[in-house]
């Protein structure tokens, strides 16, 4: 990477050194903290590291010039790869990156529609979700892999019905008349349909088959599982054995799913979880934000102030957090139990309109996502620890510099910096910034009206003379109050004996820089010692 003008990499190499090994969503920031590139990765660390590694052949144009960009980075950990590409495709679409080719709406997911709004649901494969009273799973990448979920569900509970033969049974139940001239379709002769059209089923007895595919949707396996194994017993037993190793085929394909995808229930409730984690006296904050079944976004945010209990941060956190955003879901996932908690429902439900809940799950999908929140805010405190440690170091390595460069006989604690400035000789104003173990003090700067030059006057010697006299006063006033607090901790200050004399002034001598010697009145040393 010899051709990358950029400060910021060694100490990107060291923090992606760390990086979880987990798959997730990266984002690459420039000095603004404007995300530059979305990515996804099986491996975050492994994906990282190879935006750094050394190539013979250097790098093509378009990743030369996002390095050279980077300052910081980003991770979002997610449960695995597939939950990835839908964050990073509804980030991409979100914030729309410079360095990432935008995708088109239209086909990048799937859901499985089941009608429940119908007297006879129909389960079908979608592209679209619409506010038609339906309930949609998903979204699923592969329109392939969804239709043989479907197919297996349909070799286990039979529920598939021609979509015309079911348009023309919810007409007539609607109107409340018997449905006429069915015929029997080529699904029904192939075993490809249940026959409810045909009244080979009753309704309810449909309707139940219904009722298991949307549980199973809804993440509930076992009983599909159990179905499953024994319908295949009873197929190897009455020698089928074709449909046996179908049955066995479709338990296998069952339990692929369960390692893959949150089940996802779009027209369910919209919820937050809110993962905190302390380290070292310093909270972080992450909000992952479920929208239609669907994880769009996630909200980091870094805590100030210390709490004596982790429920008190939490607590304190929501009441900040939602009163600065509109967006408020209908259950916030938290993972400690909160104080006055009703009341905060309560606040919540009244600024949302409609009731809110606040819950701490112990099992299942909110608890499942709670602990990614959870795990993300640790990972996100961790590089953050990093970054301080980093920073910690440079501001070291400067102020040894500078300690080398002036000579000094320590690293400076704290700098003072003096500046003049005036609008042609009107309104000369003197300025003093500060800086403490090498980090700007915005409190302690302070500025210094001159009132020892006449209008008109520009003399920035004679005005910055006037300001050091002043500040110079001021610092005889605090060396007092220092003083005064030493006195009290039994050190008191006298007039320095002679070797103590001696060893100032070899001090001096050894030390001293652009002061003239012979100007050094050694009788003014004051020492401080313990009472005696």
Request: overall charge positive.
């Amino acid at each position: 990477m010899a051709n990358v003008k950029n400060p910021n990499l060694a100490e990107l190499k060291s923090r992606v050194a760390k990086m979880p090994t987990e798959p997730g969503v990266y984002r690459w920031l420039n000095k603004n903290k404007e995300v530059l590139y979305i990515g996804k990765a099986k491996n975050l660390k492994n994906r990282l590291k190879s935006y750094l590694i050394e190539s013979k052949n250097g790098m093509g144009p378009w990743k030369q010039s996002l390095m050279d960009n980077v300052e910081d980075i980003d991770i979002t950990i997610t449960k695995n790869e597939l939950e990835a590409l839908i964050l990073e495709t509804n980030l991409i679409k979100e914030k729309k990156p410079k360095y990432n080719v935008m995708m088109k709406d239209g086909k990048n997911y799937v859901y499985i529609k089941i009608s429940t709004n119908e007297p006879y649901p129909n389960v079908s494969v979608v592209r679209k979700m619409e506010d038609d009273g339906a309930k949609y799973f998903g979204p699923f990448l592969s329109a392939i892999d969804t239709r043989l979920i479907i197919d297996t569900l349909h070799l286990i509970y039979n529920f598939k019905e021609d979509e015309k033969a079911l348009a023309k049974l919810n007409t007539a139940e609607k109107k409340g008349s018997q449905p006429i001239n069915i015929k029997p379709s080529l699904y029904l002769q192939i075993g490809q349909s249940c026959g409810v059209a045909q009244g080979k089923i009753t309704k309810e007895e449909y309707v139940s088959r219904i009722n298991s595919v949307v549980q199973f949707c809804k993440g509930s396996t076992k009983e599909a599982k159990q179905r499953a194994t024994e319908l295949m017993k009873e197929a190897a037993k009455n020698n089928k054995f074709e449909k046996a190793a179908k049955l066995r085929d479709s338990i296998s394909i069952i339990e692929s799913r369960e390692q893959k995808q949150f089940a996802s229930d779009t027209s369910g409730q919209n919820t937050d979880c809110i993962g905190i984690v302390t380290l070292n006296g310093r909270s972080q904050a992450v909000v992952l934000r479920e929208r239609g079944g669907k994880i769009i976004d996630e909200h980091s945010h870094q805590l100030k102030g210390e709490s004596e209990t982790l429920g008190e941060i939490v607590k304190q956190f929501l009441q900040q957090y939602y009163t600065a955003t509109p967006d408020i879901p209908d259950t916030i996932v938290v993972s400690e139990l909160i104080e006055e908690a009703e009341l905060l429902m309560q606040w919540l439900t009244k600024r949302k309109g409609r009731k809110v809940e606040i819950i701490v799950p112990e099992r299942g999908k909110k608890a499942q996502l709670l602990e990614m929140a959870q795990k993300n805010a640790a990972e996100k405190l961790k590089q953050q620890e990093a970054k301080w440690e980093a920073a910690a170091k440079n501001v070291k390595k400067a102020l040894e510099e500078l300690k080398d460069v002036l000579d000094l006989p320590s690293i400076p604690k704290r700098i003072e910096g003096y500046d003049i400035s005036h609008l042609g000789g009107t309104e000369t104003v003197g300025s003093m910034s500060v800086c403490i173990n090498g980090k700007p003090a915005n409190k302690q700067y302070r500025s210094f009206t001159i009132k020892s030059l006449k209008e008109g006057d520009i003399d920035d010697y004679k005005a910055l003379a006037e300001m050091l006299k002043r500040r110079l006063k001021h610092l005889e006033i605090d060396i007092k109050n220092e003083e005064t607090k030493l006195e009290e901790k039994e050190i008191t200050f006298k007039k320095g004996k002679k070797s103590e004399q001696e060893e100032i002034e070899s001090l001096i001598i050894e030390h001293c820089k652009n002061v003239s010697i012979k100007s050094v009145n050694y009788e003014n040393f004051i020492v401080g010692r313990d009472k005696e």
